[in-house]
C-alpha cells in the first residue's frame, strides 16, 4: 500500500503545481539567503583570521556558501518542472529525470541538515583555535618592527575595544608574557635591569596592560600599569577595587559573538531544511499524480498521489534487494573477466 496516499483531480493537481511553483521560487531566495549568509560569516571570520589557530574555521562558510549555490539550483529546476505541469505535453519531456532528481534532492535535504547541525556544532573546536589563535597573537603584540607581525599589535587593539574585552582568559595574561618592544626599553635603568634579571627567560614582565583594556566607562583615569601596586596609585587596593579595565576574557567574548552567528544561522539553515523537505514531497505527489492518470491520454481524469508507492518497510527491502543484485552483478562481471584473462 501507498504511504500517504491522495486522490487527485484536475483541480487539485493544478492548485498543488502552483503551489509548489511558488514555494521553489521562494526556495530560491532561501538558497539565496543560506549563500549571503556564509558569505557573512567567512567575511567576518577573515577579519581576525590572524587570531585563528588554524584554517578549518572556514570549513562552515565554505559548507554554506556551496550549499546555498546548489539550493539555487535544484529549486529553480524543481520550479520549471512545476510550472511545466500544468501542460502535459511540456511535462513530458521532464517525466524520465524526474525520479533520479527526487532521490538527488532527498540527499540534498540530508546535507542540509548536517549543515545545520555543524552549525551548533562548530562552537566547539572554535574555542581551542581561538585560545591558541590568541594566546599567540599577545606573543607577537610587541613586534611592530617585524615583518609578518606589524600589524598583530593594531588587530588586537581594535578587538579589545571593539569586543570589551582583555586579554586571553583575564586580564592577568598580558602579566605572563612582554608585551612593549625592546626598541621602547631603557636598558641602563635600575627598573628594567631588575625585571628582566628577574626572568628565567629575559623577558620584561609587568602587572600591566595595554592601553585598549580601559573600560572609558569607569570615572577614574585608568589604571593599565602597575596594577598590583597599592602605593603606586592614591587610594588604591587592587583587591577591593573595581578596576577600570575589561574583565572578560578575548575568547570568551569572540565565541560568544561568533557562537550567536552560527546559532541564529543554524536556526535558519534548519527552516530552509525544513521548505526543502516540503517542496520535494510536493513535487513527489506532482510526479506520482500525473503517472497515474486513469485515462492517460485524458488530463482532467483522476488520479491517486503518494509519497513511497509502497510501505516504508517494502521500499527499505526493494532498497537492499537491488543493492544486492548490483553487488552480485559486480562481482559476476569480476569472475568473468578473471575466467577470460586465465584463458588468455
Not at 498543488?16 to 571570520?45: D, H, N, P, R
Not at 569572540?254 to 552560527?262: E, F
Request: hydrophobic fraction near 40%; charged fraction near 20%.
Amino acid at each position: 500500500m501507498a504511504l500517504m496516499l491522495v486522490k487527485f483531480d484536475m483541480k487539485k493537481r493544478v492548485k498543488l503545481a502552483q503551489t509548489i511553483w511558488f514555494l521553489y521560487w521562494f526556495a530560491v531566495m532561501a538558497g539565496v539567503l543560506v549563500f549571503s549568509m556564509g558569505l557573512f560569516f567567512k567575511i567576518e571570520l577573515r577579519k581576525r583570521s590572524e587570531l585563528m589557530d588554524n584554517n578549518e574555521s572556514h570549513l562552515l562558510p565554505n559548507v554554506l556558501i556551496l550549499m546555498g549555490l546548489i539550493a539555487c539550483g535544484v529549486n529553480a529546476f524543481g520550479g520549471k518542472v512545476c510550472y511545466d505541469s500544468l501542460d502535459p505535453s511540456k511535462f513530458i519531456k521532464w517525466k524520465p529525470m524526474l525520479k533520479p532528481f527526487l532521490m538527488f534532492c532527498v540527499g540534498f535535504n540530508g546535507l542540509l541538515f548536517v549543515t545545520a547541525l555543524l552549525c551548533f556544532v562548530m562552537r566547539i573546536p572554535l574555542q581551542f583555535t581561538l585560545a591558541m589563535g590568541l594566546k599567540n597573537g599577545m606573543k607577537f603584540y610587541k613586534d611592530t618592527d617585524t615583518p609578518g607581525r606589524c600589524y598583530m599589535k593594531r588587530t588586537l587593539d581594535l578587538m579589545q575595544m571593539e569586543f570589551r574585552c582583555c586579554g586571553n582568559d583575564h586580564y592577568r595574561d598580558w602579566f605572563e608574557i612582554q608585551w612593549v618592544s625592546n626598541r621602547y626599553l631603557d636598558f641602563s635603568a635600575k627598573e628594567v635591569k631588575d625585571r628582566i634579571g628577574s626572568n628565567v627567560d629575559g623577558q620584561y614582565l609587568m602587572d600591566g596592560v595595554p592601553f585598549s583594556c580601559c573600560n572609558p566607562s569607569s570615572p577614574r583615569p585608568c589604571i593599565q600599569g602597575q596594577m598590583t601596586n597599592n602605593t603606586a596609585h592614591y587610594s588604591y587596593d587592587h583587591y577591593t577595587e573595581e578596576l577600570n579595565v575589561w574583565k572578560r576574557g578575548c575568547r570568551e567574548a569572540m565565541v560568544s559573538y561568533y557562537g550567536g552567528l552560527m546559532n541564529t544561522i543554524g536556526a535558519l539553515v534548519l527552516l530552509v531544511t525544513m521548505l526543502e523537505i516540503a517542496v520535494t514531497i510536493g513535487l513527489q505527489y506532482i510526479n506520482s499524480s500525473l503517472s497515474s492518470l486513469v485515462n492517460p491520454e485524458d488530463p482532467e481524469s483522476e488520479s491517486e498521489g503518494w509519497i513511497l508507492e509502497k510501505t516504508v518497510g517494502e521500499t527499505f527491502t526493494d532498497i537492499m534487494a537491488n543493492m544486492k543484485a548490483m553487488s552480485k552483478g559486480g562481482k559476476v562481471e569480476e569472475e568473468a573477466e578473471a575466467g577470460v584473462a586465465t584463458v588468455s
